[in-house]
């Protein structure tokens, strides 16, 4: 799987995410939730299409 990056506000800058897990928000869009690899205190999300959404579902299995 590769590494997924997202935008943390908190560091202002891009990072790696630790441990991603995949979700669906409320309005059904899909997301990757996990922490900043140089911050663990560091919650990132990053929105992704259906295709990467199921890209990750089946690296995950």
Known sequence: ??????????????????????ITLKNGRRAVRGVAEEDPSVVVIVIISDKQAEALEKAQD
């Open 1 to 22: 799987m590769e590494r997924l990056t997202a935008y943390s506000v908190k560091l202002k800058k891009k990072v790696f995410i630790k441990d991603p897990e995949l």
